[in-house]
């Protein structure tokens, strides 16, 4: 199989669309002044954005269809954001022409006894993906280091040692992260990690949203607005992670998010960018395969 069979993204220089979007890992960013929640690239439009992404969805589900044959490969992407910033709708139209066999999402809300009792990393090492899957995190691991630091009260609660919550736990944590995600790297395993970035004014609008239209008031909570409360706080630990967990094997993505048709356009092209990066092709039969697969064919043939 070559790239010339294959659909291909219908946004012409791709990896310079997404490329500053990407967080260097070798230096520090700001999350305020670095990344606009608002930007959009000039050169695309709105009114051609549903019919790219139509274009860029077939042509990821042909390179899945590949992963999945293939079987040597697995794909992590992880989404963190705060709340209405289109984790959902992102997940559902960027996906929406994945053959459902060799994808799977997984949404981590507040963890149970059972989850509690094992440490912050097991109940998603247990929902990775197998060789040839896509598995898609709808927030993960990283909440213990973004939620827990907000409200440290949190932490105080949890069945830990008491010696091990002191000045160093995030430290430790940024370091267990890194070397857990470099294992799964080391061992086949692609990860793209998104925070999907929203300003604080489009998320106030979409919240008001949710609360004006009868169908989407199922997704509104009075806790989404009393969180809002701590923006700053959030906004904080966020840029603390990304400098110390946007590593060469796994960095982070920091995606506008206030225009989700753009959103969904540069996440969808930095997926397709990473799977056609991975040269992909369909197994190749042995000799002695072929030979079988002929004889089959003659079996068939000969039956009415």
Not at 4 to 24: A, E, G, Q, Y
Not at 102 to 124: I, M
Not at 231 to 252: I, L
Not at 255 to 263: C, E, L, N, S
Request: hydrophobic share 35%; glycine share 4%.
């Amino acid at each position: 199989m070559t790239d010339s069979s294959l659909n291909l993204f219908p946004i012409k220089n791709i990896d310079d669309l997404t490329r500053p979007f990407i967080v260097p890992p070798e230096r520090k960013i700001s999350l305020a002044k670095d990344y606009d929640p608002g930007y959009k690239a000039d050169h695309l439009k709105k009114s051609k954005a549903k019919g790219q992404l139509k274009e860029g969805i077939e042509a990821l589900a042909e390179y899945q269809d590949v992963l999945y044959a293939q079987n040597t490969h697995a794909v992590l992407i992880i989404f963190q954001a705060m709340d209405a910033a289109g984790k959902d709708s992102t997940i559902k139209h960027v996906m929406s022409g994945i053959n459902p066999q060799g994808c799977q999402v997984h949404s981590f809300k507040a963890p149970s006894t059972e989850e509690l009792n094992h440490d912050y990393l097991w109940r998603c090492s247990k929902a990775l993906p197998e060789r040839g899957r896509i598995g898609i995190f709808n927030r993960s691991y990283y909440e213990e280091i973004l939620v827990t630091r907000v409200h440290p009260e949190i932490l105080e609660q949890r069945p830990l040692p008491m010696s091990i919550i002191d000045n160093n736990i995030w430290k430790r944590r940024f370091e267990e992260i890194n070397n857990f995600e470099k294992h799964l790297v080391n061992n086949g395993t692609i990860i793209l990690k998104f925070f999907l970035n929203v300003s604080k004014e489009e998320q106030k609008e979409r919240f008001l949203e949710r609360i004006n239209r009868p169908e989407k008031n199922w997704k509104f909570s009075e806790n989404d607005a009393k969180e809002r409360r701590f923006w700053d706080d959030y906004m904080s630990v966020y840029e603390d992670m990304f400098n110390h967990t946007s590593t060469k094997y796994a960095p982070w993505y920091i995606i506008p998010a206030d225009h989700k048709w753009f959103t969904r356009l540069v996440v969808a092209g930095i997926i397709y960018t990473q799977l056609k990066e991975l040269n992909l092709k369909y197994p190749s039969l042995s000799k002695e395969q072929h030979k079988e697969l002929l004889k089959a064919k003659e079996i068939l043939e000969s039956q009415k």
